[in-house]
């Protein structure tokens, strides 16, 4: 059984997507013991053109960053406009065609719905005859996502099925999975050992900062929280940006709260189950991986369109509060430090949505489809 996984470097979060189930495969055929698995991981913008790749990968975080209104404002256009999604599914459509043809996969998976709309216009245009599996990693899905041609859905919640069947999509090709994240998000984890291993304190309360947003607003926030004389520790993760890491490792020197400054990590889900509460924007695939965790959620600066959309659905779940100002964190976590029992009520949320076998589920219902 040959798989095409297909992705767009638009975030990172589609390609985590399309890796935690490659890695589900993997322990899934070894378990039992099929031999006749193979897969090829394909960045559909990088294939067509590794310029066009790095333009829209690049275009993207700068839009997002600098003019996230600006995204916002084309992202409402899409959902009415069919011509521009015709557009979109349409570049490169060639290149993809003749990927196709040389691999000559059993089945295609895609995480984002451009590499998604361009399958399922070669199949509605040239009659290709492949099942094509859509998985969203979003908590909504954008109307670019609706195509007759996509064989099967995985969603995150029965709101994006619902929205889905009204669009004209059989509830059989629909199932509810969640997004996929690191099959590690499935194991269960001692706080107490987690927090002796990253030298936390065991009775200080654990803030964990992660995202893009670091860059902005971070001297100020770390500032206001050391002022609070609140009874907590910080954990800040850079990823890869080493500037930022820089910044943090000097704030950490001023600072008088316990700071612990962590760049690029391959143990996320250890980070946050060692924490009490992460600060982050509302992406697909870190909400999932902070549900997964049963983590309590801070929303700041979710950008206009897809990620305004899960902030809404993470706080009507319980799940996170959102707060419109940087300034506003020390005081949504002065008043969570006073109730207990909200933060209980918060991880146990998180939980009651969180997914975190979304990878393994997703990788059975692929199986499923071997001949």
């Keep these: 059984m040959k798989i095409l996984f297909l992705t767009a470097s638009i975030g990172t979060g589609h390609n985590k997507a399309i890796e935690s189930v490659a890695n589900a495969l993997n322990i899934i055929s070894r378990e039992k ?3 006749d698995i193979e897969y090829e991981i394909v960045d559909v913008y990088h294939y067509i053109n590794v310029a066009l790749g790095k333009f829209v990968s690049k275009s993207y975080e700068r839009i997002v960053n600098i ?3 600006l995204y916002g404002y084309f992202y409402t256009i899409g959902e009415d406009s069919t011509a521009l999604k015709e557009f979109l599914h349409h570049i490169g459509v060639g290149k993809v065609k003749n990927l196709i043809e040389e691999y000559d996969p059993d089945i295609i998976v895609s995480s ?3 590499p998604s709309g361009m399958v399922a216009n070669l199949k509605q245009e040239y009659g290709l005859k492949k099942e094509l599996i859509g998985i969203i990693t979003d908590f909504r899905a ?3 996502w609706v195509y ?3 064989d099967k859905y995985m969603v995150p919640n029965e709101f994006t099925r619902d929205y889905l069947i009204r669009e004209g999509v059989p509830s059989e090709k629909i199932h509810i999975t969640g997004i996929p994240v690191d099959l590690r998000f499935a194991q269960e984890y001692n706080k107490e050992e987690l927090k002796e291993k990253f030298k936390l304190d065991p009775d200080k309360f654990t803030i964990l900062l992660m995202g893009s947003w670091l860059d902005i607003g971070i001297d100020s926030l770390i500032e206001a929280l050391d002022k609070s004389s609140l009874p907590i520790q ?3 993760v850079s990823g890869k940006n080493e500037k930022l890491k820089e910044r943090l490792e000097k704030i950490k020197d001023k600072a008088t709260i316990p700071l612990t400054v962590f760049g690029f990590i391959t143990n996320v889900y250890e980070v946050m189950h060692a924490s009490d509460i992460i600060v982050t924007k509302p992406g697909g695939l870190i909400s999932s991986e902070t549900l997964a ?4 959620m801070i929303i700041v600066n979710p950008i206009p369109g897809q990620e305004e ?4 659905y993470l706080t009507a779940e319980g799940a996170a509060i959102r707060v419109n100002k940087l300034s506003e964190v020390p005081i949504i976590i002065d008043l969570l430090l006073r109730s207990p029992d909200r933060i209980r009520e918060m991880s146990d949320n998180a939980r009651r949505i969180g997914r975190p076998r979304a990878s393994f589920e997703i990788a059975e219902i692929i199986l499923c489809r071997r001949g």
């Excluded at 959309?309 to 809404?312: E, H, I, K, S």
């Design 112 to 114: 984002h719905e451009s």
């Design 234 to 236: 910080i954990i800040a």
């Design 309 to 312: 959309f899960n902030a809404l």
């Design 67 to 69: 003019a996230p209104n």
């Design 142 to 144: 954008h109307p670019f």
């Design 293 to 296: 965790a049963g983590l309590p």
């Design 33 to 35: 013991g099929l031999e």
């Design 148 to 150: 007759k041609e996509i």
